[in-house]
């Protein structure tokens, strides 16, 4: 999972598009046909009901960007989380923080400069204190 900001609508649409576009060519789809484009219609429609779910355009308003987990493969409200192994210790323990806008951007913007997901930067920096 990666943790991406969009500050429009439209970089987030564009990007959906490529990653669309990107899966189908790797399973070896027929960009020029019409089940295609049948196809991405839909999952456009999607696209657009999690943006609105999510209320993104006021979070861009709030503070300048709205900020999504990408998976790999598509959003799933349903997915089941699989435990993650550490140092080959089994993780048994969770927490869940909430965090002001500004403190919640110096984690994203500390992600990306470590290559890191949420997760393993608080782990890191919990071990590293």
Not at 45 to 51: A, G, I, L, P
Not at 63 to 83: C, I, N, P, W
Not at 93 to 108: F, G, M, P, Q, W
């Amino acid at each position: 999972m990666r943790v991406i900001s969009f500050k429009s609508y439209e970089e987030y649409r564009e990007f959906m598009i490529q990653k669309f576009i990107h899966k189908a060519k790797r399973k070896g789809a027929k960009l020029e046909n019409e089940e295609f484009q049948k196809r991405l219609d839909e999952h456009m429609e999607r696209v657009k009901e999690f943006w609105d779910e999510r209320e993104c355009e006021k979070q861009i308003a709030d503070r300048g960007s709205a900020t999504l987990s990408v998976h790999r493969g598509m959003f799933k409200e349903d997915q089941h989380k699989v435990s993650k192994h550490l140092d080959n210790t089994r993780l048994t323990e969770s927490i869940h923080v909430r965090l002001d806008a500004n403190t919640y951007d110096k984690l994203l913007t500390f992600c990306e400069q470590h290559d890191m997901d949420i997760s393993q930067a608080v782990r890191f920096l919990i071990q590293n204190s």
